[in-house]
């Protein structure tokens, strides 16, 4: 079993300061963790996902998540927050099962960015 | 091409319409899904196919009906909808198929808007 919490359902921030979106995780395998943004009446895109490879991963547009097994988080950070970052951060996590992937998704944080 | 294309983008129908959402990819993805979207919350999966065969129904009502016709195709039929199906219905594809890949991405269409009235 699997499950995505994602700690904030709206996080507002001024343009320039920091941005820090938090996901917590269970998996009962080696998790596949991703960060997907969407914007208003669009598809999703992804950010960022996690390939084990290291714990620290970039993505697009500045974001960065770091994996904390200890801590099961994969939370998601950027230096600087731009105008065109507001928009809807949803974590997931999948599994891989029989031919296709299983996708928990967290309920989505909503990003305001503020002039 | 590492896109998936939906169209129509927008569709507005009512209760008796019959109409056709679809989706395309070019990317080789043997796995394709069908996600509906309510407003300010997560996509809720529909249907999953794997190598053109249903693998996955999430109890949908038959009012909706997928179709595979090929590996790059996935149609989803309405008809007899209701005003609470109005939302945004996502389709996505991934690499899987038969061996499953670990940290496997999906890739998302942008979607389309569906109005009931």
């Known amino acids: 079993a699997q499950s995505v919490t994602q700690l904030d359902s709206h996080v507002s921030v001024s343009e320039g300061t920091p941005v820090l979106l938090r996901c917590n995780y269970s998996s009962s395998y080696s998790p596949s963790l991703f960060w997907y943004v969407q914007h208003p009446n669009k598809g999703l895109q992804l950010l960022l996902k996690y390939t084990s490879a290291a714990t620290l991963v970039k993505g697009i547009n500045g974001f960065e998540a770091e994996f904390k097994k200890s801590e099961t988080s994969f939370h998601l950070t950027k230096p600087s927050a731009h105008m065109s970052d507001a928009a809807e951060y949803f974590c997931?996590?999948?599994?891989?099962?029989?031919?296709?992937?299983?996708?928990?998704f967290g309920i989505g944080t909503k990003l305001q960015v503020i002039p | 091409d590492t896109e998936v294309t939906q169209t129509p983008k927008h569709l507005v129908m009512g209760m008796t319409n019959k109409k056709s959402l679809k989706c395309e990819q070019h990317m080789g993805h043997r796995a394709m899904y069908w996600y509906k979207q309510k407003a300010k919350k997560p996509p809720e999966l529909m249907f999953v196919?794997?190598?053109?065969?249903?693998?996955i129904n999430e109890s949908v009502p038959s009012r909706f009906s997928p179709e595979c016709p090929n590996s790059s195709l996935l149609n989803l039929h309405l008809h007899a909808l209701q005003p609470e199906d109005s939302a945004l219905y996502l389709c996505?594809?991934?690499?899987?198929?038969?061996?499953?890949?670990?940290?496997?991405?999906?890739?998302f269409g942008s979607g389309t808007q569906l109005s009931v009235l």
């Open positions: 997931v996590v999948t599994q891989s099962s029989g031919g296709y992937q299983k996708v928990t």
């Open positions: 196919y794997s190598y053109e065969k249903l693998s």
């Open positions: 996505a594809s991934s690499q899987d198929g038969g061996r499953p890949l670990p940290n496997e991405k999906l890739f």
